[in-house]
């Protein structure tokens, strides 16, 4: 029996190839051939394929960083299945390790490649290498669909469970889905577009704009129209799996950067009106009214000015292909900006 694996790689590393498996560089392929160009059976552990195109939301600006998860244990699938290779493509860059076996290999899973030996006798001839592992005659040259192998997030890849989808490269017929641990679903997909959501930077409304006065209230407000509903869809090519997921702001969080300072409400939370805005736009008489939204500084800032940190809440929800749906952990992100406070001067006569 030959030895079943012809070389274990280090995790997420790739072997160097004289050039593309199932490219002859003297004669190009004149049909379907196998390529190592972009997402393909020759592309890296973390080469997906999904595709992920932000669709509503979020004209105002980028976020600095993603969406922070409120649940510390949450995090997005660590890998999956996905179609990498037709028939031909398989069958190409096992011809191409006949003719440079000592410089080619072919990647399995992962983090394990093959040679040709065990590529020839598992797709080729359909002898099995190991006990649970499928063979296949001829590549399957005859059949609709494609090869499967597993694909480690990208944002994960230190993870150790990211290396959980260690399959051997596997045959899906068209238009069905692999019924194994790890295969990709609407949720897989809507929780890998949750790392995707880019919002405005959290930058608040404050009135007065250049100076606050102490123990005279600061008005915060956020307009609907900076911080509408963003919503990010990730597909999955060839499988009809799609999930779209919609972050919407549900909150604000306000600290005053010091202890010397009252927020309005007391807890600091302000929440989103029905119409989408968060605290009410300072109007002329209103400085020595309570804000539904805001801050009372009690002393000056003396030259350096406050760090006043405002986080938004954002509501995370989902839906997919098949009529799928549901929540996932809300997010929140976080904008700090300067403000300075004055005294009032007065003379006594």
């Known amino acids: 029996m030959p030895v079943l694996t012809t070389l274990v790689l280090a995790l997420g590393a790739w072997p160097t190839a004289a050039h593309a498996f199932g490219e002859d560089n003297d004669h190009p392929p004149a049909g379907p051939s196998g390529g190592a160009s972009g997402n393909s059976l020759t592309a890296g552990a973390t080469a997906t394929n999904v595709t992920v195109a932000q669709v509503s939301g979020g004209k105002s600006g980028s976020a600095a960083k993603p969406l922070a998860p409120v649940d510390p244990n949450w995090k997005p699938p660590a890998c ?30 992962p983090s394990l490649s093959w040679g040709e030996q065990l590529m020839v006798d598992t797709f080729e001839k359909g002898k099995s290498p190991s006990d649970g592992i499928k063979a296949y005659k001829n590549f399957n040259l005859d ?23 260690q399959e ?15 295969a990709p679903t609407p949720k897989v997909l809507a929780s890998y577009a949750y790392d995707k959501i880019k ?52 909150g604000l969080h306000l600290e005053p950067g010091t202890a010397d300072a009252r927020t309005f409400p007391a807890s600091g939370d302000c929440e989103v009106d029905d119409e989408g805005s968060i605290g009410t736009p300072y109007t002329k008489g209103s400085s020595k009214e309570d804000p539904p939204c805001g801050i009372a500084y009690q002393r000056a800032t003396g030259g350096k000015p406050f760090q006043l940190k405002a986080s938004i809440t954002w509501e995370i929800t989902w839906e997919g292909s098949g009529g799928t749906g549901g929540d996932l952990p809300n997010g929140t992100f976080d904008g700090t900006q300067d403000v300075e406070v004055q005294e009032i001067q007065s003379i006594n006569r």
Do not use: H
């Not at 669909?145 to 959980?164: I, Q, T």
């Not at 068209?174 to 019924?179: I, N, S, V």
């Open 199 to 250: 919002v405005p930077d959290t930058k608040v409304e404050l009135k007065p704009e250049a100076r606050s006065t102490v123990n005279l209230p600061t008005w915060v407000w956020l307009d609907k129209g900076t911080f509408e509903d963003v919503k990010v869809r990730a597909e999955l090519p060839g499988t009809g799996l799609w999930a779209e997921t919609t972050a919407k702001p549900v």
């Open 143 to 165: 059949k609709d669909g494609k090869f499967w192998r597993g694909v480690v997030n990208p944002d994960m890849k230190d993870d150790p469970e990211a290396y959980n989808c």
């Open 168 to 182: 051997i490269l596997f045959w899906q017929d068209a238009g069905t889905l692999p019924k194994i641990a790890n």
């Open 80 to 109: 999956w299945y996905e179609p990498v290779a037709t028939s031909e493509e398989v069958k190409a860059a096992t011809d191409q390790l006949k003719k440079t076996p000592n410089e080619n290999l072919v990647p399995v899973t």
